[in-house]
């Protein structure tokens, strides 16, 4: 059963302190109590409903057998609405109301504003919407990142343009967003520019919220850009791939990071999101090894909730799952202490297709897992891995 709670309040730090020195937060006789703060609203919300999702499939899968060290698996979620001092004021309420682990950190602005205090109470934590680099590099003891950097993916899509593509000589421009998110984009872009020795022509930062990219594209089109590297979440990529056609550049290829990939990227860009390019670590939905990951939530969702499925509900199902396996190693020593050496022990977590089997050391929090490229099928609704 989840609980779902909405801000109240600021709470303060002070509570914080006084809620880490309680045994077990979050664990009772009958209940494991784990948060998630989401952006459960605003521009970010099909990837925080889709999160949101992947983490009812875990726990009710788990609670459906018999729960987890005896005990039923119960959610917090806070809505952040996608901004970062919301996310805070959530994150400090979880604190102190007590919860034994927390899978679900928002937006990588919220991520970087809280990982000082997840670090310094050891606050167990699987980061699985937003893998940036800051929450593993370095290593933090009670932290770990299911996925990889999103300047890995970004270095992904542009070394496929390169060795795929035939684009070496090309003149490859980036859009990205002004904030730490967007600042890990373009550090993968510089990364694959210095490794294939790549030519940049323009590179443009956009404000968070921003809707019209008339102006930016009318500039990638007069320095006659080839490749783009587009750094949007969601609204900012259609946005993009719809001016592009509108301009009439229909040499130009597109790459993005997860953002995009996202039925309702698809949809909202029409026949402007066929064709473009995007790297991500989850399966597609249509893909064959994703089956068993599809039944499980057929099982537990209802058929509108299906419809919300998508890589982020892989990702953090994901997590969840490797949470729950972890848990219930532990099952005579339910403490945080031991979760993590079991997450950090090497085992291998295997999720049932969502993503490949992944694992954590005592020196590597970060699953780093692998990334494939794939295609935007707009006509048939799906995406395909990239020859």
């Given at each position: 059963?989840?609980?779902?709670?909405?801000?109240?309040?600021?709470?303060?730090?002070?509570?914080?302190?006084?809620?880490?020195?309680?045994?077990?937060?979050?664990?009772?006789?009958?209940?494991?109590?784990?948060?998630?703060?989401?952006?459960?609203?605003?521009?970010?919300?099909?990837?925080?409903?889709?999160?949101?999702?992947?983490?009812?499939?875990?726990?009710?899968?788990?609670?459906?057998?018999?729960?987890?060290?005896?005990?039923?698996?119960?959610?917090?979620?806070?809505?952040?609405?996608?901004?970062?001092?919301?996310?805070?004021?959530?994150?400090?309420?979880?604190?102190?109301?007590?919860?034994?682990?927390?899978?679900?950190?928002?937006?990588?602005?919220?991520?970087?504003?809280?990982?000082?205090?997840?670090?310094?109470?050891?606050?167990?934590?699987?980061?699985?919407?937003?893998?940036?680099?800051?929450?593993?590099?370095?290593?933090?003891?009670?932290?770990?990142?299911?996925?990889?950097?999103?300047?890995?993916?970004?270095?992904?899509?542009?070394?496929?343009?390169?060795?795929?593509?035939?684009?070496?000589?090309?003149?490859?421009?980036?859009?990205?967003?002004?904030?730490?998110?967007?600042?890990?984009?373009?550090?993968?872009?510089?990364?694959?520019l210095k490794e294939f020795g790549l030519k940049t022509v323009v590179?443009?930062?956009?404000?968070?919220?921003?809707?019209?990219?008339?102006?930016?594209?009318?500039?990638?089109?007069?320095?006659?850009?080839?490749?783009?590297?587009?750094?949007?979440?969601?609204?900012?990529?259609?946005?993009?791939?719809?001016?592009?056609?509108?301009?009439?550049?229909?040499?130009?290829?597109?790459?993005?990071?997860?953002?995009?990939?996202?039925?309702?990227?698809?949809?909202?860009?029409?026949?402007?999101?066929?064709?473009?390019?995007?790297?991500?670590?989850?399966?597609?939905?249509?893909?064959?090894?994703?089956?068993?990951?599809?039944?499980?939530?057929?099982?537990?969702?209802?058929?509108?909730?299906?419809?919300?499925?998508?890589?982020?509900?892989?990702?953090?199902?994901?997590?969840?799952?490797?949470?729950?396996?972890?848990?219930?190693?532990?099952?005579?020593?339910?403490?945080?202490?031991?979760?993590?050496?079991?997450?950090?022990?090497?085992?291998?977590?295997?999720?049932?297709?969502?993503?490949?089997?992944?694992?954590?050391?005592?020196?590597?929090?970060?699953?780093?897992?692998?990334?494939?490229?794939?295609?935007?099928?707009?006509?048939?609704?799906?995406?395909?891995r990239a020859p």
């Amino acid at each position: 059963m989840r609980l779902i709670k909405r801000i109240a309040g600021v709470v303060a730090i002070g509570a914080l302190a006084g809620a880490a020195h309680a045994a077990e937060p979050g664990v009772t006789a009958t209940e494991i109590r784990v948060g998630e703060v989401l952006p459960l609203t605003g521009p970010a919300s099909f990837a925080g409903e889709a999160h949101y999702l992947g983490t009812k499939i875990a726990y009710a899968e788990a609670n459906a057998a018999g729960g987890v060290a005896g005990r039923k698996i119960v959610a917090v979620t806070e809505d952040d609405g996608y901004v970062p001092a919301r996310g805070f004021q959530a994150a400090q309420k979880l604190l102190a109301e007590g919860v034994f682990a927390i899978t679900g950190t928002s937006s990588t602005s919220f991520l970087n504003s809280v990982l000082p205090i997840l670090d310094e109470q050891k606050v167990l934590t699987l980061v699985t919407i937003n893998p940036a680099e800051q929450a593993y590099n370095p290593v933090k003891k009670s932290i770990f990142v299911v996925g990889t950097d999103y300047s890995n993916a970004i270095h992904a899509g542009m070394k496929y343009a390169v060795e795929k593509l035939g684009k070496k000589d090309a003149r490859f421009g980036l859009i990205y967003q002004d904030d730490d998110f967007g600042a890990n984009n373009k550090l993968g872009y510089e990364r694959a520019l210095k490794e294939f020795g790549l030519k940049t022509v323009v590179e443009i930062p956009y404000k968070r919220g921003q809707k019209d990219f008339s102006a930016e594209m009318l500039r990638v089109q007069s320095e006659k850009v080839d490749f783009l590297v587009s750094g949007g979440i969601i609204a900012e990529n259609v946005a993009i791939l719809k001016e592009a056609k509108k301009l009439g550049m229909k040499d130009l290829r597109v790459t993005t990071v997860w953002t995009a990939h996202l039925p309702i990227v698809q949809q909202l860009a029409g026949d402007a999101g066929d064709g473009y390019y995007t790297a991500d670590y989850t399966a597609d939905l249509s893909d064959s090894e994703a089956a068993p990951f599809v039944a499980i939530a057929k099982k537990y969702l209802s058929a509108d909730e299906m419809k919300k499925v998508n890589r982020y509900t892989m990702a953090s199902y994901s997590g969840a799952s490797a949470l729950i396996q972890s848990i219930r190693s532990c099952e005579k020593d339910v403490t945080r202490a031991c979760v993590i050496a079991q997450l950090e022990s090497g085992r291998q977590f295997s999720v049932n297709g969502a993503m490949a089997p992944f694992g954590f050391s005592p020196t590597k929090h970060v699953s780093d897992s692998p990334i494939h490229v794939l295609v935007s099928d707009t006509k048939n609704a799906r995406f395909v891995r990239a020859p």
